[in-house]
């Protein structure tokens, strides 16, 4: 049965940092786009970012660019999303995403969701 399963979020104080992790099982991540996404109350889920199958290909929000870093370590079947410096608006459901294919900002292009894990950011 193919999963992904999120971990890591937590309540932080501005200027804080989290390590997202993203863990499949099921299936073998190597093959597989990873995407982290995020859905504020009363928002749409928006792309967050994204790193291809050998890690070559990352993309980012361009306003993220600079707090967030996306890895992934393929023997673990994992992908994290370190996230730093961290401001309330960062507040949201973190989720993780896989597709077979290429990066996308779409959530309905990706095939398998996790459960997603809640990051406040407050002071």
């Known amino acids: 049965q193919a999963q992904l399963v999120e971990s890591g979020g937590d309540l932080v104080q501005p200027g804080g940092s989290l390590r997202l992790s993203c863990v499949a099982s099921g299936f073998n991540l190597n093959y597989y786009v990873i995407g982290w996404f995020r859905q504020a109350p009363g928002k749409e889920r928006e792309g967050v970012s994204c790193?291809?199958?050998?890690?070559?290909?990352?993309y980012y929000l361009q306003f993220l660019k600079g707090r967030f870093t996306i890895s992934r370590d393929n023997a673990k079947n994992t992908v994290y999303l370190q996230m730093n410096n961290l401001e309330p608006e960062d507040t949201a459901v973190y989720y993780c995403?896989?597709?077979?294919?290429?990066?996308?900002?779409?959530?309905?292009?990706?095939?398998?969701w996790g459960q997603g894990t809640q990051v406040t950011v407050s002071s």
């Open positions: 995403a896989a597709r077979e294919t290429w990066c996308g900002a779409g959530p309905d292009e990706y095939d398998y």
């Open positions: 790193i291809n199958s050998s890690g070559a290909g990352i």
